[in-house]
Nanobody, 126 residues
């Protein structure tokens, strides 16, 4: 079965950087849409970035220019490089995946993705 496990979370000061990684297993095809979501305390889970099988990446406005999503098909990993971190980036970050194509940003919601990791905490202090 599909398994996703995130790593790389931690605590940083505003302006700092973190790199999250998601190890994946169980996919038999490279035709997979992969994404990062986050959920802050008391808030709904929101999409951050997604990437399709052709490495086409999309970002929500709040992270555009600061975060970079990438994947390594050979290593079966998904990464999220986060630069210029802000206190409002503080959240639990989740890796998600779905077989097939990616949605447009208009439909970039958590109910699109059936496969999830347990999450990794990112805390940004001011």
């Amino acid at each position: 079965q599909v398994q996703l496990v995130e790593s790389g979370g931690g605590s940083v000061q505003a302006g700092g950087s973190l790199r999250l990684s998601c190890a994946t297993s169980g996919f038999t095809s490279s035709s997979v849409c992969m994404a990062w979501f986050r959920q802050a305390p008391g808030k709904e889970r929101e999409g951050v970035a997604l990437i399709d099988e052709n490495d086409f990446a999309q970002y929500v406005d709040s992270v555009k220019g600061r975060f970079t999503i990438s994947k390594d098909n050979a290593q079966h990993t998904l990464d999220l490089q986060m630069n210029g971190l802000k206190p409002e980036d503080t959240a639990m970050y989740y890796c998600a995946a779905d077989r097939g194509g990616c949605p447009s940003l208009l439909y970039f919601k958590d109910n699109w993705f059936p496969n999830w990791g347990p999450g990794t905490q990112v805390t940004v202090s001011s």
